[in-house]
């Protein structure tokens, strides 16, 4: 945080992000974003951040491993987590905003109206390590490259 009360603390908040249009997944987080967001005035002085995920994110409240309903927690071991660990690198101006862009505007509609504040830009996280979670035993650090690779 770059806030004067609590300086040098982390400071999470939450960001959408896309990695491709449906279908077309890159694995690279990009976000849309503005520096009037105090998250990203902190990422803009350290760009150091990053971004948790968990299997009960997707509302299937049949899968009893994360749906507190069905009885499980999205702090389950069998709940699967990532957490992808990098750097926040602005990309407005070059190529592959054109792809953050599409991917962004495609899962995330609203944000065309956002481009009209003047203030937003396109950034995406340059991933250092993915750490998995996805059954009991412990988690996995999984090659950034295994990872960008990674086909379903």
């Not at 987080?29 to 902190?42: A, G, R």
């Not at 999205?74 to 990309?91: A, D, K, W």
Request: contains cysteine; glycine residues 8%.
């Amino acid at each position: 945080s770059s806030n004067a009360a609590t300086q040098g603390f982390p400071f999470s908040n939450i960001v959408s992000f896309a990695d491709g249009v449906e279908g077309a997944g890159t694995g690279i987080p990009y976000m849309f974003v503005s520096p009037l967001d105090e998250s990203i005035t902190d990422l803009l002085k350290d760009p150091r951040m990053s971004l948790s995920l968990t299997a009960a994110q997707l509302g299937n409240q049949s899968n009893t491993d994360c749906a507190i309903a069905a009885g499980g927690d999205p702090e389950s071991p069998p709940c699967t987590r990532l957490t992808l660990t990098g750097r926040f690198v602005n990309i407005t101006g070059t190529a592959e905003a054109k792809v953050a862009e599409a991917a962004l505007y495609s899962r995330h509609p609203l944000m065309k109206e956002w481009a009209t504040l003047g203030d937003f830009f396109f950034a995406k996280m340059e991933l250092a390590q993915v750490w998995l979670i996805d059954h009991y035993g412990g988690a996995a650090r999984i090659p950034v490259q295994d990872y960008l690779e990674f086909k379903a």
